[in-house]
């Protein structure tokens, strides 16, 4: 198991497999392009199974035919009224992240030559003040309102009857694909008896040569 981190820009990464040379090195992908500058660090772990020692007590004969043997830490630390040492490192802290902020994305100039119009990046600045356009409040005349109100009927009339229209080619174009499709069958039907006649005629056919 591994963990990859770039330090500066707090970029997550994921080890995706090692490489034969030289000696050490990975292919990692991160959320995003890191720099020069960036710290990268891998954080790797294996399992190591530890090695159980023990020694067995073979001799009880003692003075007062009892046994003890080596006390561990904690009765130590108990006998003597002393605390469990705490490394501050080794505490769990909550793990606050900063929000990522991606790189906007930048597109080569010989790129941009032979892409689109439409598809083209627009380099407009932002703008600090508002147009007057966008202030102004557009105030109809009454005239003018009932010009637009026909306007919109007009054009609504205009999308339904279109839709109708489009609706009706449909059932049309369903219909005539129908009809094509019981010609197409009857015309196999038809070359399906054609060739079983054939068949029957030349085989009786033979047959009186035959005898």
């Given amino acids: 198991s591994s963990g990859i981190n770039a330090e500066y820009g707090g970029i997550r990464g994921q080890v995706k497999r090692a490489l034969s040379a030289p000696p050490g090195s990975f292919r990692a992908s991160f959320e995003d392009k890191i720099k020069l500058s960036d710290i ?3 954080r790797c772990w294996v399992s190591v199974d530890i090695p159980k020692f023990y020694a067995p007590v073979i001799n009880l004969l003692t003075a007062d035919k009892t046994w003890s043997g080596m006390r561990t830490v904690a009765e130590l630390r108990r006998a003597n009224g002393e605390t469990i040492p705490v490394n501050k490192d080794s505490l769990y802290k909550d793990i606050e992240r900063k929000p ?4 906007p994305l930048k597109v080569p100039k010989n790129l941009q030559k ?3 119009f439409k598809t083209k990046p627009k380099m407009e600045k932002k703008r600090t003040k508002e147009l007057y356009t966008t202030k102004r409040a557009v105030v109809l005349e009454p005239g003018e309102k009932r010009l637009t109100t026909l306007m919109q009927q007009l054009l609504t009339a205009q999308k339904e009857s279109d839709k109708k229209k489009l609706e009706k080619k449909k059932r049309e174009r369903e219909k005539h694909q129908k009809e094509l499709d019981k010609i197409e069958e009857k015309r196999s039907t038809h070359a399906k008896q054609e060739r079983k006649k054939f068949y029957q005629k ?4 033979d047959k009186m040569e035959m005898d």
């Avoid at 030349?202 to 056919?205: A, D, E, V």
């Fill in 114 to 116: 032979s892409l689109p």
């Fill in 202 to 205: 030349n085989s009786k056919k």
């Fill in 100 to 103: 990522q902020e991606f790189r």
């Fill in 40 to 42: 990268v660090f891998l």
